[in-house]
Nanobody
Framework: QVQLVESGGGLVQPGGSLRLSCAAS????????MDWFRQAPGKQRELVAI???????NYLDSVKGRFTISRDNAKNTVYLQMNSLKPEDTAIYYC??????????????WGQGTQVTVSS
């Protein structure tokens, strides 16, 4: 059993910053990739940022230069530093991980989501 627990969401004014964290725990042999998705009301879930096991990163075009994804392998934790936040960044942010629970089995897992609201 694997769990992803997110933290760090909240209400922030436009131009402000937030840092999201997501800690993976349970039966983890190795983590292949961790990423952040978001879903705004009435919109489809979209991939915001991804970091692979060799630290390659990729970002949604609209967040490039503002968001930074990083990971702490020792803690099985991924972070999303969000700067210069805009009202259009308002959404529920979900942590997602692709990992091996043993040498063979690969699965993907989701966190419960954390609300980010950007508003004055």
């Amino acid at each position: 059993q694997v769990q992803l627990v997110e933290s760090g969401g909240g209400l922030v004014q436009p131009g402000g910053s937030l840092r999201l964290s997501c800690a993976a725990s349970g039966s983890i042999f190795s983590i292949i990739a961790m990423d952040w998705f978001r879903q705004a009301p009435g919109k489809q879930r979209e991939l915001v940022a991804i970091i692979s096991d060799n630290d390659n990163t990729n970002y949604l075009d609209s967040v490039k230069g503002r968001f930074t994804i990083s990971r702490d392998n020792a803690k099985n934790t991924v972070y999303l530093q969000m700067n210069s936040l805009k009202p259009e960044d308002t959404a529920i942010y979900y942590c997602h991980a692709v990992l091996r629970s043993d040498r063979i089995k690969v699965g993907d897992y989701w966190g419960q989501g954390t609300q980010v609201t950007v508003s004055s």
